[in-house]
């Protein structure tokens, strides 16, 4: 079960993602998303530590360290899915040309972009609340596990007489 600000911060979120095509578009931008940004962090070498994989503290390290203690403080079993996942970005980006990891950005942020813009009419949720921006990736794994289930719509009454 989720704790009340977890539920009431997903039930926000949802709130932004009523269309289906909208969620759907965001189910192959938001892993797409990640990545590229977990790779682009990683680029930004702050020093040299031997102990680590490359040999290098990133950006990257510390910015999925800091995400890794908030996505656990929300939810133990849903941060670490989502913290696995990300932490899997790190040898995936490393291996992808620059090329590659600039176009899945590009790419990804337009699928996310048009999901808002042609079938939700609605601003993308982290631009009013940035902590959407870290919700959006739990909120679509609390979907997968079962841990969020979508509360049916009622259905309008013009369109049901439609």
């Given amino acids: 079960m989720l704790n009340p600000r977890l539920q009431a911060l997903f039930d926000d979120y949802f709130s932004s993602h009523q269309h289906p095509i909208n969620r759907l578009t965001h189910k192959v931008a ?3 998303i990640v990545l590229h940004i977990v790779a682009m962090l990683d680029w930004v070498k702050l020093f040299s530590f031997p ?3 490359g040999g290098d503290l990133t950006l990257g390290i510390v910015a999925w360290l800091l995400a890794t203690l908030w996505y656990l403080r929300a ?3 849903l941060g670490l899915i989502v913290s696995v996942a990300m932490a899997l970005c790190f ?3 490393r291996m992808m040309p620059v090329w ?3 176009a899945i950005a590009v790419g990804g942020w337009l699928i996310q972009l048009a999901g808002h813009a042609v079938w939700e009419k609605k601003s993308p949720s982290f631009l009013t609340n940035m902590v959407h921006a870290l919700i959006g990736p739990m909120f679509f ?6 841990d969020y289930a979508i509360k049916s719509q009622p259905m309008d009454a013009s369109a049901s007489r439609a």
């Fill in 30 to 32: 938001i892993p797409v």
């Fill in 141 to 146: 794994v609390a979907l997968i596990t079962g």
């Fill in 91 to 93: 040898p995936l980006g």
């Fill in 75 to 77: 939810d133990v079993k």
């Fill in 100 to 102: 590659s990891v600039v």
């Fill in 51 to 53: 102990g680590l994989p």
